[in-house]
């Protein structure tokens, strides 16, 4: 018991980072949701770490990471925009693309400056352990925002991903909505980055939803197990690291990897068992008709 | 090709005849396809309160480029195309298309019943509540389609057949006034054939008009007011017992087979997009 508690109730910086935690955890599993319906991790991916050259600039500079961040997400996602409508390559390439040239642009700025490594440890991994009151308000009003905007485009974002032309006949711009949702994908990368780095951000998106996915059968179960894959990874995460002495955001996203996997492997088991008798039912009146 | 021309020539008349009934699809010399493309031109019809048009024709000749064109997918490319009074696009509440694919339906953690109520989402916007009397309308189109006890299954477990009754289910749910389905048989078993073929029956009697694209010569055109032959070009258009005969059937499809000693002969067997002998056809025909 006292090996669960006493990290937390000893330490202000274990619980300020248990909070950012379950904050990034909710947030990433509301825009890691539809990052999974609609097929969008590779561009999730390349924006978690399309957004390093804008930290670094910003780092440079003297400017808040996260404003950096910001900018260079806007980049990205008005890179892709435009190569997709632009050429006939698929929106991957473009993606592939941009997320090279990013990065590669992040790491020569990086290598510019000598004293440079400090900071691009802990804009790669984060530090969710220095993590401070105004990180975690920024953070709080982020996930808030994100709750909001999933809330409201609910019915246009189901029906973008079932079919983006059902959405456009149904009255819902399959363009608008698709670019809100990108910009809530881009606002959970960029608030998220502080607590668990841009190269982890990405697996907080895709691996809670991901096990949540398997497991739900309606979206929002998917949406509230994704929820709780994340609060739980940050919590036994930040655990095994204060415990073990482990880089903090690492311990976090391979717990959440950890439990897809476990997820995986129990519904794969679980596939095996015997089918219900109201699906044996379906059965049958399909062979008699 | 006279023949064509004299019937399309008859509906241009047959428009200023109906001006004061309000037509729900009205087509006038309109040509569509993509953006550097025409797929077919000239096309003249009209579709009233009520009537029901079957688009018939092989893979590519256009039927569901037209059906596109009708919902407000793809831009008209030249001509004018007036739907319930409005451009293309601009009604989404009474209007409902089903459309051939479903790209991403299979990964998503669905239920039958959540991809019926979608039908209901044009009519109630971004807010507004959905209430028990869309509960019923809902269970009553999956009743329809007899796929009530499949109300809580995975969409993703679900037959192919199963999964188009589901669709089905979803544009009934809408009580639209205007239904454009795009080969809305698909996959269907005898018995789904039925209850869908009941379906649209009842959607006529409703007052609902209907555009389908169809391969289906008999069962579907028969419920239709007036058949639309397709081969990158109207081949005819007109009722259903005009349209069907011998000749035109040879001209869209390519293929008769005569009598019983089964000899087939092929004039044209596709219509692709990227032919080019059809596309010098076409531009020769244009």
Redo the contacts between chains.
């Keep these: 018991m006292d090996w669960l508690v006493t990290p937390f109730s000893s330490n202000s910086f274990m619980v300020h980072a248990l909070i950012a935690g379950v904050l990034v955890s909710i947030a990433c599993a509301i825009a890691g949701t539809f990052v999974?319906?609609?097929?969008l991790a590779f561009i999730g991916d390349a924006l978690a770490h399309g957004v390093l050259p804008g930290i670094a600039v910003a780092i440079l500079v003297g400017f808040p990471g996260i404003v950096g961040a910001a900018i260079g997400a806007a980049g990205m996602i008005g890179g892709i925009t435009l190569i997709t409508q632009r050429s006939r390559l698929s929106s991957d390439t473009a993606i592939g693309l941009l997320f090279v040239g990013m990065l590669t642009l992040g790491v020569i700025i990086v290598s510019r400056s000598s004293s440079f490594s400090g900071d691009l440890t802990r804009i790669l991994f984060g530090e969710i352990l220095g993590i401070g009151i105004p990180a975690i308000l920024i953070q709080l009003a982020a996930t808030i925002a994100i709750a909001i905007m999933a809330a409201?485009?609910s019915?246009?974002f189901?029906?973008l991903?079932?079919?983006?032309?059902?959405a456009?006949?149904?009255?819902?711009s399959s363009r608008l909505y698709h670019n809100i949702m990108l910009f809530m994908i881009a606002i959970t990368v960029i608030v998220s980055f502080q607590t668990v780095g841009t190269l982890l951000v990405f697996g907080m998106l895709i691996a809670p939803a991901g096990a949540g996915?398997l497991l739900?059968?309606?979206?929002e179960?998917?949406m509230a197990w994704a929820i709780l894959f994340g609060a739980l990874s940050t919590y036994f995460g930040l655990l095994i690291s204060y415990h073990f002495d482990l880089a903090a955001g690492a311990s976090i996203v391979m717990v959440t990897v950890a439990i897809f996997f476990v997820v995986f492997i129990i519904q794969n088991l679980r596939s095996r068992r015997v089918p219900r008798p109201q699906?044996l039912?379906?059965v049958k009146?399909?062979t008699e008709? | 090709m006279l023949k064509q021309k004299q019937k399309v020539k008859d509906k241009t008349d047959a428009f200023t005849l109906s001006r004061d009934t309000a037509p729900y699809v009205q087509a006038r010399q309109l040509s569509i396809g993509y953006s550097n493309e025409v797929v077919v031109a000239d096309i003249g019809f009209e579709l009233r309160h009520g009537e029901a048009i079957a688009l018939i024709g092989t893979n590519g000749s256009g039927k569901s480029t037209l059906l596109?064109t009708i919902?407000?997918?793809l831009p008209l490319v030249r001509g004018q195309l007036s739907v319930l009074g409005m451009p293309p696009?601009s009604n989404?509440?009474r209007?409902a298309?089903l459309?051939q694919?479903?790209?991403?339906?299979f990964?998503?953690?669905?239920?039958a019943v959540?991809?019926v109520r979608?039908g209901r989402?044009?009519l109630?916007?971004?807010w507004r509540r959905m209430g028990r009397e869309d509960d019923e309308i809902v269970l009553s189109a999956m009743r329809t389609m007899g796929i009530e006890?499949?109300a809580d299954?995975?969409l993703r477990?679900l037959?192919g057949g199963?999964q188009q009754r589901t669709y089905l289910a979803q544009v009934l749910a809408h009580q639209a006034d205007l239904l454009i389905l795009d080969e809305p048989a698909t996959g269907l078993?005898?018995?789904?054939r039925e209850l869908y073929l009941q379906a649209i029956s009842d959607e006529l009697r409703r007052g609902a008009s209907i555009v389908m694209a169809t391969h289906d010569i008999q069962e579907e055109p028969a419920l239709c007011d007036q058949v639309m032959l397709l081969a990158r070009r109207v081949v005819a258009l007109g009722t259903p017992q005009q349209v069907l005969t011998h000749d035109t059937l040879l001209e869209t499809f390519g293929i008769v087979v005569f009598g019983d000693q089964k000899h087939v002969h092929v004039l044209e067997a596709t219509h692709g997009h990227n032919d080019k002998e059809q596309s010098d056809r076409r531009q020769t025909r244009l």
């Design positions: 999974i319906l609609r097929g409201i485009c019915r246009p189901l029906l991903s079932f079919d983006p032309e059902q456009q006949v149904a009255g819902f996915a739900a059968r309606r979206i179960v998917m699906e039912a379906h009146t399909e008709s | 596109k919902v407000g997918l696009g989404p509440r209007i298309y459309g694919f479903h790209a991403s339906g990964v998503l953690p669905l239920r959540d991809v979608m989402f044009p109630h916007g971004l006890k499949l299954s995975q477990s037959s199963q078993d005898a018995g789904g």
